[in-house]
């Protein structure tokens, strides 16, 4: 926003300044008007204070000795117009010597820039869904099981825990960076079937517009699809667990 004192006069209505003059100004445009119109016009700024109807003792920014004019505007760019509530000069409430104080409403909306995310390197315990995965993550449990001495609960829930996510991360190794697409891993046939009928139901409502259709097509959304993808999470889920 730009504001002060561009001593000249811009006038009361906008004239061919459409888009840069409110339309809403005080007294006769002069010539420095004019060219501080075309000013405004070449930068892409509003005259923001020539765009709210008010009073004429809420326009005149100068006064003295019977003279009453506006010199003093604001002006900002044409994106941030929608900002400016609201523009007006307080009478009786002289800024510098012989002008008045403008005030401006301005609604400001917080941006608040999302902060990045850290990568945190996770174990590829999907990993064990192949059988030769499973069948040395098993015997490397089992041959460190032999060496491991007894001892109260706590020191062998940690000899376990331990045990588990080293060998894991031995046999499965660790994700080196962030996934390219969206984690699918519980994507298997019975999904595919059900949001391949999905599909068609769409493509034959669309076609048809009937209630019968709709209805297919809506048993299918809450009904078959969310049990579809739920029992195939399941299955995945304890497919994982087991091993």
């Not at 044409?78 to 008045?100: F, N």
């Not at 007894?150 to 894991?168: D, F, H, R, Y």
């Not at 984690?183 to 999905?198: G, I, L, P, R, S």
Request: proline share 2%; charged share 30%.
């Amino acid at each position: 926003m730009v504001g002060g004192d561009f001593n000249c006069h811009v006038g009361a209505g906008a004239g061919s300044f459409e888009g840069v003059h409110g339309g809403h100004g005080f007294g006769e445009r002069n010539v420095e008007g004019e060219m501080f119109l075309e000013l405004a016009y070449a930068l892409g700024f509003v005259v923001v204070s020539t765009c709210f109807q008010q009073q004429d003792s809420k326009k005149v920014t100068y006064d003295s000795g019977g003279d009453r004019t506006v010199v003093d505007y604001m002006l900002v760019r044409k994106c941030e117009r929608p900002s400016v509530k609201d523009v007006k000069v307080i009478p009786g409430e002289p800024c510098v010597l012989q002008h008045r104080l403008m005030v401006a409403v301005v609604e400001l909306q917080a941006h608040v820039k999302p902060k990045r995310q850290v990568f945190s390197s996770r174990c590829r315990v999907w990993k064990l869904k192949d059988a030769g995965s499973r069948s040395r993550f098993r015997e490397l449990v089992e041959a460190r099981a032999v060496g491991r001495c007894e001892g109260n609960v706590e020191g062998v829930w940690n000899g376990l825990k331990s045990c588990l996510l080293e060998v894991a991360e031995d046999v499965c190794g660790r994700s080196k960076g962030r996934p390219r697409h969206r984690d699918t891993w519980w994507w298997n046939d019975d999904v595919a079937e059900a949001v391949d009928q999905k599909r068609k139901l769409f493509r034959v409502w669309k076609k048809t517009k009937s209630k019968r259709d709709e209805a297919a097509l809506s048993g299918v959304q809450t009904n078959g699809e969310e049990e579809g993808l739920r029992s195939a999470r399941g299955r995945e889920e304890k497919a994982c667990g087991e091993a």
